[in-house]
C-alpha cells in the first residue's frame, strides 16, 4: 500500500503560479496529476514515469511543468499563467507498469480575481 501526501493548492489570480508536491511512502513506476472540475470527469494532467518520460493534457502544455525528485518519490507540479479554468481539485496518483495505482486525497485549486 502506497500513501500519498499532496500539498501546495490554493487560490490564486489568473496569470499567477502554484506548485503542487507529492509525496508517496513508496516507489511507483509512473505519477502524475489528475484533476476534476465541478460536473465533469476526472482528466489527465500531467503524468512523469521513473525514466522521466513526460506526458501532458493539450490545455496545459506550455504552462505546466511537471517532475520529479531523485529518489522518485516525489513529484512535483509547476503551475504558471494559470487560467480560470485550471479551478479544480487536483489529485496526486502514483500507479505501476502493469496497472492498478493509488490516488491522494486531492488538492484543491482555484484561479480567480
Known amino acids: 500500500q502506497v500513501q500519498l501526501m499532496e500539498s501546495g493548492g490554493g487560490l490564486v489570480q489568473p496569470g499567477g503560479s502554484l506548485r503542487l508536491s507529492c509525496a508517496a511512502s513508496?516507489?511507483?513506476?509512473?505519477m502524475g496529476w489528475y484533476r476534476q472540475a465541478p460536473g465533469k470527469q476526472r482528466e489527465l494532467v500531467a503524468t512523469i514515469t521513473s525514466g522521466g518520460v513526460t506526458n501532458y493534457a493539450d490545455s496545459v502544455k506550455g504552462r505546466f511543468t511537471i517532475s520529479r525528485d531523485n529518489a522518485g518519490n516525489t513529484v512535483y507540479l509547476q503551475m504558471n499563467s494559470l487560467k480560470p479554468e485550471d479551478t479544480a481539485v487536483y489529485y496526486c496518483y502514483a500507479g505501476y507498469s502493469y496497472g492498478g495505482g493509488y490516488w491522494g486525497q486531492g488538492t484543491q485549486v482555484t484561479v480567480s480575481s
Open positions: 513508496g516507489n511507483t513506476f509512473r
